[in-house]
C-alpha cells in the first residue's frame, strides 16, 4: 500500500497539550481552552489521545473529559503533525505491516533552539505504540507532505529544500519514493511568505479522499492571487498513477489577519525563539482535519468562514462538517491540521 493517507489509518486522532509561555500568550491558556474545544467535537466521532508533557500532566487531566486518554509524552511543542510519524502499510510474509517512519525535525529551520524532544518525539511514540520504527536522516514536517493513499504525494519543495541544502531535489524525490512506498511526487514551489514553516503544503493543498484535493483561491485584489492562481492551474492539471485528474475543491483563502499586539504581551521574550505578534497572520480553510465520520473546518471569526463549510458539507454529504475555532492555534503560527495526527493504533 505504501504511504497512508489519514482516512486509510484513523483509527485514533492525536493532539498535543501547548503550554511554551515563549511561543503560546497567556501561558498557552486560551490554546488550551480551544484544544478542549476540538477534543469535544471530535470525540463523538474518534477515538482521542492527547499527549501531554509530564510537566503539566495532571493540570491537563483535570481539563479534559474524564473519556479522554491523557500520555505523559515529551515534546518541546504541540504541533503534532510535523513531529509524529509517517505511516507505510506493506505485505510483509502474507499479512500486512505497519511501519512507522520518523524523520529529521529542525524546529522549521530554527524558529526556536530548544528541539531535541521534538527530534526524539516519533520513536518514543511508536515505542510507546509498539509500532515497528524506521528512522531517516532527512527533514521531513508531516505538514509538508500530502497523499492521495494510491500512491501519488504532493511535497512542498520549498520548505523540504531549505530543510536539506545538502540534498539535490532528484536525491530528494528519489529517497521518498524508495522509502515511502511512492510512484510519484508533485512538488509544489510557491509559498506563502507569511506561511513561518517556510512552505507547508497543509496550506495549500490536502488530499482528502482517493480523488479529491482540496484547495484555495484568494480575492483578485490579493497581492499574491497570481500565485495561487497558478498552483490552482498545476492542480488542476494534475493525475493519478493511472492518468486520472482528480476533483478539486476550491476554498476561499483569508487575506493576511493583523495581530493586536497587546494580545501578545504575556508572552515571554526568550533569545533564538521567534517573537510573536509583529507579522501578519496566515489563515488557511485548506489546513482542516479529514476524518472518516466527520470534517473539522477551521474558523477564524471571519466572513468567509461561513462560506469555506458550506463548500465542504455539499462536498461531504450526510457526513457531519464541524466548525472548529482555530483562531487561537494561528497565533502561534499553524492551524487544525498541524495540530493534529492520525496515528493506527
Not at 57 to 68: D, G, N, S
Not at 153 to 160: M, N, P
Not at 207 to 233: G, K
Amino acid at each position: 500500500m505504501g504511504l497512508l493517507a489519514d482516512w486509510q489509518q484513523q483509527q485514533t486522532l492525536l493532539l498535543l497539550w501547548p503550554y511554551r509561555d515563549d511561543v503560546w500568550r497567556l501561558q498557552g491558556r486560551p490554546a488550551q481552552q480551544q484544544l478542549r474545544q476540538l477534543v469535544q467535537l471530535a470525540a463523538p466521532y474518534c477515538n482521542i489521545l492527547v499527549g501531554c508533557h509530564p510537566t503539566q500532566l495532571e493540570h491537563a487531566r483535570t481539563q479534559l473529559p474524564a473519556t479522554v486518554e491523557v500520555l505523559a509524552l515529551n515534546y518541546d511543542d504541540a504541533w503534532a503533525r510535523d513531529i509524529t510519524p509517517l505511516y507505510t502499510a506493506s505485505q510483509w510474509g502474507g499479512s500486512e505491516q505497519l511501519f512507522a517512519h520518523g524523520f529529521q525535525f529542525t524546529a522549521w529551520h530554527g524558529l526556536y533552539p530548544d528541539f531535541q524532544q521534538d527530534q526524539a518525539f516519533a520513536k518514543q511514540l511508536a515505542r510507546r505504540l509498539c509500532q515497528r520504527f524506521i528512522g531517516h536522516d532527512l527533514v521531513l514536517e508531516g505538514g509538508a507532505i500530502t497523499t492521495d493513499g494510491a500512491g501519488t504525494a504532493i511535497v512542498h519543495q520549498a520548505s523540504v529544500q531549505r530543510n536539506n541544502p545538502q540534498w539535490t531535489l532528484v536525491a530528494i524525490e528519489a529517497y521518498l519514493k524508495q522509502q515511502l512506498q511512492l510512484q510519484q511526487i508533485v512538488w509544489l514551489r510557491w509559498a506563502n511568505p507569511l506561511d513561518e514553516t517556510g512552505g507547508h503544503v497543509d496550506n495549500h493543498a490536502q488530499f482528502i479522499a482517493p480523488d479529491t484535493l482540496v484547495t484555495s483561491l484568494p480575492q483578485p485584489s490579493s497581492p499574491w492571487y497570481q500565485h495561487y492562481a497558478a498552483q490552482l492551474e498545476q492542480l488542476r492539471q494534475l493525475t493519478n498513477v493511472c492518468g486520472e485528474p482528480y476533483h478539486i475543491l476550491v476554498l476561499p483563502q483569508p487575506a493576511a489577519i493583523v495581530p493586536e499586539p497587546d494580545e501578545f504581551a504575556s508572552i515571554r521574550r526568550q533569545p533564538g525563539v521567534k517573537v510573536r505578534g509583529t507579522t501578519p497572520l496566515l489563515a488557511s480553510y485548506v489546513n482542516l482535519v479529514n476524518l472518516t465520520q466527520c470534517m473539522l473546518v477551521p474558523q477564524f471569526g471571519l466572513p468567509s468562514d461561513a462560506e469555506a463549510l458550506q463548500i465542504m458539507q455539499q462536498w461531504a454529504g450526510k457526513r457531519p462538517v464541524l466548525a472548529a475555532a482555530a483562531d487561537e492555534f494561528i497565533k502561534a503560527g499553524g492551524g487544525l491540521h498541524c495540530m493534529t495526527a492520525t496515528i493506527p493504533t
